[in-house]
């Protein structure tokens, strides 16, 4: 099985596509991996992985509520069940089994939202995720992951196999570019990963919007003189305070970035914990505003509310003239 | 143990569920009265599951899907020595684990059960669990009548013979009431042996307070060889308490103290009667 090394900015594949190979590689060692499936084996890429483990996937059909409590019934009787589905409905419509069936009973699945934010795009807002963040926050015993590239999506699912409690990983369909750390000390739930430093400005992203972030933050050193940090904070909850407080006393103004409403998710996170920290600094939530979300596919969703290279740009520019 | 034995230990069991809702000031009464019999034939002659064995992943499972009627399983528990019984004079109390729905704060409870409709896709996903690692226990899960409308237990009941989970066993506690009112007038969900036939389960009636035919019918388990089981338990809300049975207000009516010396008198006699 392919190794996926952290390597800068290289092409990478859809994080779905290494969710499925680093899935495999573990199951060919462990045989109490198990994938459950609510019609989803396409959509999460686990053809092949049905194909080569046909005794390790249950597939529930399309019943989301079933799929999580059956998932959390395989955990409690010892198998490292991966709950797989699009995260609109995964988190939605079965949010009452993550609650009481995994999270309340401590039965330790892995929950794996598949497409998560607006990688569906065109399809709508049946199919687009922007609440997950929050509603899952809400929920004690929950952590919450999502994946910037290729690396961090492999070690997430190797960690999320060993955990004895619960999880949530959530990404999209999207090929992503790895991007290189400034800290090669191992990955690790909780920990946020600095991609990139400078004094002026933080971009503090999670998911597939670390890679814009960080565009950004390289097109404001060359046409601006402005310096960002960028940050992958993976880890929603727990939240890395430390890092978080750290990048805050040292930049001037943070931009928090993710593909989730703005209520509830990593950016009011932030918010929560700096002013209760009377940690003040200019502060601005990049996300999905609270509105009838705007049509098309996810680039064009992600450029109309300026989640990319030229939008973060831009506000990371008018940010700092509030900087007194 | 014998069937007499049995008689009186449900008597027991009976006098213990309302002595602890009346210390509580609260509880599931009338639902915990009915199945009760049940769980006492589950626990004294059927399950596989002991203090000793609860942390092996060989024990059977029971999971209480109607997971108000908690102080029957309360009561049944202490009695196989999973805690001690005083601990019941905590019920509802504050900072209590004995509250009221089950938790796996208290030793024997497998799952955190008190929303509807959980039960059993948690039972399934043990039993194919069991399957998987060819593994001998088997699962049983308590519905209430008042829950089959939710639709998990319909796309559970759809895995469940997917899956031929002929390991599996539910139970439905056919009391017939409902905080609202009678199943039939609520949303009447009968015939529940039909459905669940056309989902592909085999199933079988039985007097939820006959011990002769629980015995007997649980030792024919499974029903029909790749296929999960449903009992369906004819019982009686309130059982052995004349001014409850079949009454909607002891859904979770408590007692006051002289209801509970007629209760004790009845439970008195019933003992004399055994």
């Known amino acids: 099985m392919e190794a996926v090394a952290e390597n800068t900015m290289v092409k990478g594949k859809a994080n779905l596509e290494v969710f499925s190979s680093t899935l495999q590689e573990l199951a060919n060692a462990d045989k109490n991996i198990v994938a459950v499936t609510s019609d989803s084996r396409g959509s999460g890429k686990l053809v092949p992985f049905a194909q080569k483990f046909p005794k390790q996937i249950v597939e529930i059909g399309i019943a989301e509520q079933n799929l999580v409590g059956v998932a959390a019934g395989l955990a409690s009787a010892g198998k490292k069940a991966f709950a797989v589905s699009p995260a609109c409905f995964l988190t939605a419509r079965a949010l009452e089994q993550i609650k009481n069936d995994v999270a309340y009973s401590d039965n330790p699945v892995k929950l794996v939202g598949i497409s998560a934010g607006v990688s569906y795009g065109a399809l709508g807002s049946t199919h687009h995720s922007l609440h997950d963040f929050a509603v899952l926050r809400a929920i004690n015993n929950m952590t919450i992951v999502a994946p910037a590239d290729n690396y961090e999506t492999a070690q997430s699912i190797k960690l999320a196999a060993a955990m004895t409690k619960p999880v949530y990983l959530r990404f999209g369909k999207k090929n992503m570019p790895g991007l290189d750390a400034v800290d090669k000390s191992p990955f690790q739930f909780g920990k946020g990963r600095i991609i990139r430093e400078g004094n002026d400005i933080a971009f503090i992203a999670t998911g597939e919007t670390v890679y814009p972030a960080w565009q950004a933050a390289e097109k404001l050193s060359k046409d601006f003189g402005i310096e960002a940090t960028v940050i992958s904070m993976h880890t929603i909850k727990p939240l890395d305070y430390d890092l978080l407080e750290a990048t805050a006393k040292k930049c001037k103004a943070i931009i928090t970035v993710e593909e989730h409403s703005i209520f509830g998710g990593l950016g009011e996170a932030c918010a929560s914990f700096l002013l209760q920290n009377q940690i003040v600094k200019s502060f601005q939530i990049v996300g999905i505003p609270d509105e009838y979300t705007v049509t098309g596919s996810q680039n064009d969703i992600f450029n109309h509310y300026g989640i990319s290279e030229t939008g973060l740009a831009k506000t990371a520019v008018e940010l700092l003239k509030t900087v007194k | 143990m014998t069937v007499n034995e049995m008689k009186k230990k449900s008597i027991e069991y009976r006098k213990k569920i309302l002595t602890y809702i009346y210390g509580a000031n609260a509880g599931h009464t009338g639902g915990s009265l009915?199945?009760?019999?049940?769980?006492?034939?589950?626990?004294?002659h059927v399950l596989n599951v002991s203090p000793g064995n609860f942390s092996s992943p060989d024990r059977d499972r029971y999971i209480q899907s109607k997971g108000h009627t908690v102080e029957a399983l309360y009561v049944v528990l202490a009695d196989?020595?999973?805690?001690?019984?005083?601990?019941?004079?905590?019920?509802?109390?504050?900072?209590?684990?004995?509250?009221?729905?089950?938790?796996?704060?208290?030793?024997?409870?497998?799952?955190?059960?008190?929303?509807?409709?959980?039960?059993?896709?948690?039972?399934?996903?043990?039993?194919?669990?069991?399957?998987?690692?060819?593994k001998k226990f088997r699962v049983f899960t308590l519905l209430g009548d008042g829950e089959l409308p939710e639709g998990t237990n319909w796309e559970a009941a759809l895995t469940a013979a997917q899956y031929k989970l002929d390991n599996l066993c539910a139970i439905i506690d056919h009391n017939k009431l409902q905080i609202s009112g009678t199943t039939a007038e609520v949303c009447d969900t009968s015939p529940i042996d039909a459905k669940f036939e056309n989902f592909g389960w085999a199933v079988r009636h039985v007097d939820g307070h006959n011990f002769d035919e629980m015995i007997k019918t649980f030792g024919a388990l499974p029903f029909e060889k790749d296929k999960p089981s449903l009992i369906i338990a004819h019982t009686v809300k309130g059982k052995g308490v004349s001014y409850m049975e079949n009454q909607l207000k002891w859904h979770h009516g408590v007692p006051d103290a002289k209801q509970m010396e007629i209760a004790m008198q009845e439970f008195e006699e019933a003992m004399a009667a055994v």
């Not at chain 2, 199945?35 to 589950?42: A, E, M, P, Q, R």
């Not at chain 2, 799952?111 to 039960?119: D, I, M, P, R, Y």
């Open chain 2, 34 to 44: 009915s199945c009760i019999d049940i769980l006492n034939v589950l626990y004294n």
């Open chain 2, 80 to 134: 196989k020595g999973f805690f001690p019984e005083e601990d019941l004079n905590t019920m509802c109390k504050y900072k209590s684990h004995y509250i009221g729905h089950p938790t796996k704060k208290v030793k024997g409870v497998e799952q955190n059960t008190g929303a509807l409709g959980h039960g059993l896709p948690l039972a399934v996903g043990n039993a194919i669990a069991a399957k998987m690692d060819d």
